[in-house]
């Protein structure tokens, strides 16, 4: 399994980008990145994903090194809705489907 | 189009109770997927369901814990003689297909399970 290393909290002033990094630097060639965030208490959310190309979307862009072994979802102009924990997650093969792996996660706390 | 819904939201049981929870997919999705997760942790995968099949239970406790997603109605997590270490939020997440490509998986609010 290809693990992800997310710093474990961040902080960003309403307004601003938030800029959530991930490091995934043994995933395979054909697993995926996805971003979900959970606001308290509420299910998870689905963000976007990507495989190598940047991604963008109404919510976020994702932004994928080009060896693939990190990546960086931006939220262009971050509100206080925006106050979640934000999971990476790489993609898993096993049993010919893919199994979703959560971990800890980073914690934003946007700032007025 | 309605998102993935679970019921009830709020569960709270006494030791010893059976617990249901029940999960209906998104429109369109046949894929079922249970996870749970305790206070102040991540969520932990604890079983996958196509309709009729069990694909991989590989997270679910092996005792009191079962699941089923019928061929008609909502997917089923059942947990038989619960304990205090059960209470938890219990979240349901389905997707159109599984076999390879990217199959987002949505979620549903929970169901948070607390036992007295």
């Known amino acids: 399994d290809a693990k992800t290393t997310q710093p474990p909290s961040m902080d960003c002033a309403e307004g601003r980008a938030a800029n959530l990094p991930c490091n995934h630097s043994?995933?395979?060639?054909?697993?995926?990145v996805y971003w979900y965030r959970q606001i308290h208490s509420q299910g998870p959310q689905y963000i976007i994903h990507g495989l190598k190309n940047n991604e963008t979307n109404e919510m976020a862009s994702l932004i994928i090194t080009e060896d693939r072994k990190s990546s960086t979802l931006i939220l262009p102009h971050a509100t206080l809705r925006d106050t979640a924990v934000y999971y990476c997650i790489v993609r898993v093969n096993s049993g010919g489907y893919q199994k979703v792996t959560f971990g800890t996660g980073t914690k934003l706390q946007v700032i007025p | 189009n309605a998102g993935v819904m679970q019921n009830p939201r709020h569960l709270v049981r006494r030791r010893g109770q059976e617990a249901r929870l029940r999960c209906s997919p998104m429109k369109g999705h046949s894929h079922v997927y249970w996870y749970r997760q305790l206070p102040e942790e991540g969520l932990k995968f604890m079983v996958y369901l196509q309709k009729e099949n069990i694909i991989d239970e590989s997270g679910m406790p092996k005792e009191r814990f079962s699941a089923e997603f019928p061929k008609e109605g909502p997917s089923i997590l059942r947990i038989q003689q619960v304990v205090r270490g059960d209470s938890a939020a219990y979240f349901c997440?389905?997707?159109?297909?599984?076999?390879?490509?990217?199959?987002?998986?949505?979620f549903g609010p929970g169901t948070r399970l607390t036992v007295l």
């Open positions: 997440a389905s997707s159109p297909r599984a076999s390879g490509g990217t199959d987002t998986q949505y």
């Open positions: 043994t995933i395979s060639g054909n697993e995926y």
